[in-house]
Nanobody, 124 residues
Framework: QVQLVESGGGLVQAGDSLRLSCAAS????????MGWFRQAPGKEREFVAA????????YYADSAKGRFTISRDNAKNTVYLQMNSLKPEDTAVYYC?????????????????WGQGTQVTVSS
């Protein structure tokens, strides 16, 4: 069982930046692909970004391209989501997730383990 703990959320203004972190409990962290998803009130949980364990390739939702960057530090068992130029529509609970897969990483069901989420609120 992998435990994932997100941190770094908060209340910011439009145009600001935040860096989310997700710490994993498993020593085999480097064998998981990692993803970030978000869920706004009344909406489905949606894909934001992912990073493949095998080659470090990254993938982004269109809404995140050019503004968000996913990265990982295997020595620290941590994945990050750097979010720049935040918009009010980025307001959501952000979740990190771990997957054994290297494909279909934009799909929720590809992920085996999920964190509890961290709230990001962007005011206009």
């Amino acid at each position: 069982q992998v435990q994932l703990v997100e941190s770094g959320g908060g209340l910011v203004q439009a145009g600001d930046s935040l860096r989310l972190s997700c710490a994993a409990s498993d020593r085999t962290f480097n064998s998981y692909s990692m993803g970030w998803f978000r869920q706004a009130p009344g909406k489905e949980r949606e894909f934001v970004a992912a990073i493949k364990w095998s080659d470090g390739n990254t993938y982004y939702a269109d809404s995140a391209k050019g503004r968000f960057t996913i990265s990982r530090d295997n020595a620290k068992n941590t994945v990050y989501l750097q979010m720049n130029s935040l918009k009010p529509e980025d307001t959501a609970v952000y979740y990190c997730a771990a997957s054994f897969k290297i494909q279909d990483l934009a799909v929720r069901t590809s992920y085996r383990y999920w964190g509890q989420g961290t709230q990001v609120t962007v005011s206009s």
